[in-house]
């Protein structure tokens, strides 16, 4: 396509080059966020495959590790790829992070696990990961930049709005793979093996992408700045080096990216982690749930983009934040009733008394969900977060464990270092205690049956008087005798409980399993839901479909690549993706399920009165005339 097209201000139809130019980088992107997201929907079979074997210390490191590599290397990546972009070309550039994301995770499907490697597994893992969050720094700005820099000057925010429904689109595709081979395989061959397979046909995936773009030229703008020799030797230090380039990046992060990224994750992420560890949802119908918000959802993407092309693409972001702000408690409030109503209306009558010495209380912030809590107040306070009971701590004496009070009944909570080798049987009885207490207030809990073996029965109807079983009763009842080996596999004996015996007989007790909170199906307002969720999705295409173009109408051409992308990925990698631990340890600091959001919001608002002030309108700029 000729040079020229980059100022073209007439209204046009799009060409055959530019679809081509816009499809290639979509579909290319769309299979890098495909990749990306896979790690973070299988994190517990990857966990499983590669770091059970390890003691916990070891485990959490790993776990750490590889959180930090896929979300807090991005902006690293966006340097890296970025100084390349600006230097050799956009094209070029963009197909080798496509290639790197395709092959690393491609060999995550292929890499032997942690029993067969040992230590090796988890580190090449991680090397892995790293890799993938490496190329996606690069790739989300190459792809930005080249369609940009084809785009008709009147067109930019629509035909730019395309790469922006790719992390969107990558993320459905993930969760419709996963469903798909879920099913085909069954749940134990999945978590076996069948897990693997997604990673796997991102080969297939990586051929076609790598395919189409090979045909793709250079971009219009990159080929006039290099024929006039205007580019520049260092595209870093130029970017952030020189003020007047490294404040526009800093606007560009606190001004756009930082709440764009809160937003995103929050109706994206978030509403996911919400539904499924907050209300209790089941996994497999809030992934239906989200695919179905995000395919409603999705089209605006392209929508506010070619608005923007005609109203500036300014107004719809700042509108995007501020709706976020101002509907953020009632929309997710409304989730709970919707989602689960028997939650809802606990949550509204019941409300549990924390009573803890000073200081035995922390802020429990687990990115990778592997840290211990061992404080009496932490212990007590983690376990009313995680079963979404509201609370309120208040100082006790010092010296003293922390204590449960709900409606009548009070529960003393334990210090798990002081407890020593019985911290688990102390564990045990709290956990047990509350549930019990909590069921009785009206919480949602329900036990599922659970196998009991002849040697533990005595132990469990004494620590489940509850129950009002009989011990005669129950083993003169149905029953099942079942080889020793095979229930000290199943982990419902230890050799050293089995006495020397090589069968036994197990007993199924009905509500006898371990408590938990649920949804209850039935109850479910599956439109409402859904409802909720598609106008969340729809806050995210308001701040995020005209990003790219006001991202990379902000730089000029000879260091836009590294310009727009490093603000992009801090903004994305760091404010968001450390969002959902963030709002999670905030509402359990609070004992306010919905307190978290305080963070979105907070983040939001700054964005919005920073971008309101600083960031200039860019809708209709020549590329080539920004200086």
């Known amino acids: 396509m000729a040079s020229t097209s980059v100022a073209e201000t007439t209204s046009r139809g799009m060409t055959r080059e530019e679809k081509k130019v816009i499809f290639a980088s979509s579909l290319g992107t769309v299979f890098e966020w495909y ?36 979300f807090l290397v991005r902006p690293f990546g966006a340097l890296v790829f970025g100084r390349i972009g600006d230097l050799v070309g956009r094209k070029y550039t963009f197909l080798v992070t496509i290639l790197i994301m395709g092959l690393s995770t491609f060999l995550v499907g292929v890499l032997p696990g942690s029993a067969s490697w040992g230590f090796a597994a988890p580190v090449i893992l991680i090397i892995l990961r790293m890799l993938q969050g490496l190329a996606l720094g690069g790739e989300y700005g190459g792809a930005a930049t080249y369609v940009a820099e084809h ?22 595709l993930s969760l419709i793979v996963i469903l798909i081979v879920q099913n085909a395989l069954g749940k134990e061959a999945f978590a076996a093996w069948g897990w693997r397979i997604p990673f796997l046909l991102s080969c297939l995936l990586l051929a076609i992408s790598v395919w189409i773009r090979l045909s793709l030229s250079e971009s219009p703008a990159f080929k006039k ?16 080096g020189q003020w007047k380039n490294a404040k526009i990046a800093l606007i560009a992060l606190l001004g756009l990216t930082a709440g764009q990224a809160v937003v995103w994750y929050a109706g994206q992420f978030y509403s996911l982690f919400f539904l499924q560890n907050v209300l209790k949802v089941d996994g497999q119908s809030v992934n239906i749930m989200i695919a179905i918000a995000l395919l409603i959802g999705s089209g605006f993407f ?14 719809i972001i700042m509108a995007g934040l501020a709706l976020a702000i101002l509907t953020y408690f009632p929309l997710f409030k409304a989730l709970t009733h919707a989602a689960n109503p028997a939650l809802a209306q606990a949550e509204q009558t019941v409300r549990a008394t924390v009573t803890a010495a000073p200081g035995d209380c922390t802020f429990q912030f687990n990115p990778v969900g592997t840290a211990k809590f061992n ?10 977060a995680k079963s979404s009971v509201p609370y309120t701590i208040v100082d006790g004496p010092a010296g003293q ?46 036990r599922d049956p659970v196998k009991v073996p002849d040697a533990k029965l005595d132990a469990f109807i004494a620590a489940n008087p509850e129950l009002g079983l009989d011990a005669a009763t129950v083993r003169a009842g149905d029953k099942t005798v079942t080889p020793v080996a095979d229930l000290v596999k199943a982990k419902l004996l230890t050799a050293d ?16 399993g371990a408590f938990k909170v649920v949804a209850d199906p039935a109850a479910i307002n599956w439109p409402l839901t859904i409802l909720i969720l598609t106008i969340l999705v729809i806050y995210v295409t308001m701040v995020y479909g005209p990003i790219a173009a006001i991202l990379v109408e902000m730089f000029p051409t000879r260091i836009r690549y590294t310009g727009m992308s490093l603000p992009y990925h801090i903004g994305n990698g760091w404010f968001g993706g450390l969002l959902p631990a963030t709002v999670f340890a905030m509402s359990a600091a609070k004992g306010d399920i919905y307190y978290g959001l305080w963070y979105p919001i907070a983040i939001a608002a700054m964005t919005l009165v920073i971008g309101l002030i600083f960031v200039r309108e860019t809708k209709g700029v020549d590329l080539n005339s920004i200086k």
């Open 302 to 315: 392209v929508v506010f983009g070619w608005l923007s092309d005609k109203i500036g693409r300014k107004p």
């Open 401 to 446: 464990p922390a204590t449960v009070k709900v409606g009548d009944a009070t529960i003393t909570s334990y210090d798990a270092t002081a407890a020593g080798a019985g911290a688990a049987a102390k564990n045990a009885a709290f956990t047990h205690d509350m549930n019990l207490v909590l069921q009785k207030a009206g919480f949602p809990l329900v």
């Open 375 to 384: 404080n009496s107040c932490d212990i007590a306070t983690s376990f009313l």
């Open 497 to 512: 409980q089995a006495s020397g015996a090589t069968d036994m007989p197990v007993y199924t007790i009905p509500k006898g």
């Open 225 to 240: 700045m290099k024929e006039e020799g205007k580019g520049s030797k260092a595209p870093l230090s130029e970017a952030f």
């Open 151 to 172: 785009a008709p000057d009147n067109k930019r925010g629509y035909y730019t709005s395309w790469i922006q429904t790719t992390a969107t689109l990558g993320l459905f």
């Open 35 to 70: 990749d990306f997201y896979l790690y973070g929907s299988l994190a517990a079979f990857i966990g499983t495959a590669f770091f059970s074997d390890y003691p916990e210390a070891t485990r959490n490191i790993f776990a750490l590790l590889a959180f930090a590599a896929g």
